[in-house]
């Protein structure tokens, strides 16, 4: 007897990492690790991307063999990849916008910067990626506490929203996207550089479910929540992760199983 059938849908499972996968640049826990790779691995393919550089992402999600336990690793939107432990070709920022503007804009950013004034600063004011320009008001050397209260201060005083219209304002003719993440700073790329970029490397899947937390305007989940390749899912945090692929699962699996109880039989 055999069976005819079309095949099942091909899933993988595309995660940001910071307030997705972990609070902001904490270790994810041990119940959300053991959880994808115990239980949603087993259903799916799984796969990270961060605007973060890859040294952060392994400190978070536990350490240098990330990029073989994933299916793919994508560090800075993708512009830094790997697929199933293998690293893939990547681009430069200055190599895209040339390396006098993109000078041009450290300077600028490190001229308002000096005039901000702040409840406290601290140091990396720019740190240089790959694809992209992290820049933070009050420092990347803030403290969790510190973070946390600049968060707030931000919510309150749009400090990093005032920025990024004055970067604007300033290179009009850059062709630049700026994109707020995190708690204390915003990436500078290229257009095109957001986190869609990586999914040119996905191939051969039917579906593509992203999980991310800044998926409003502006956020660095924005893009690629909205994109017609991804199916979207917004999340609160870890917690509401876990939740939210436990429903997708349900309902994947409800999907396949009146799938098989509609397949006609053929005996031979």
Known sequence: MTTSMRIMSKIICLFDVDGTLTAPRQPIKPQVEKFLFE???KEFDIAIVGGSDISKIKEQLGGGNITEKYKYVFAENGLVS??????LPSETIQSAI???ALQDVI????R???ELKLPFKRGTFIEFRTGMLNISPVGRNSSKEERDQFEEYDRENQIRQKFIQA??????????????GGQISFDVFPNGWDKTYCLRHIQGYDEIHFFGDKTEEGGNDYEIYQS???VGHRVTGPEDTVKQLKILSALI??????ELSNVPMQCI
Do not use: C, M
């Not at 790997?82 to 690293?87: D, I, L, N, S, T």
């Not at 300077?107 to 490190?110: G, I, Q």
């Open 253 to 258: 699996n409800e999907h396949r199983a009146k």
């Open 167 to 180: 970067l604007k304002k300033e290179f009009p003719d850059l062709l630049l996207t700026y994109s707020i």
């Open 112 to 114: 308002y910067i000096s």
């Open 228 to 230: 017609d390749l991804t």
């Open 39 to 41: 239980t949603v691995k």
């Open 98 to 100: 040339g390396e006098d």
């Open 82 to 87: 790997y697929k199933e432990g293998k690293k």
């Open 107 to 110: 300077n600028f950013a490190l």
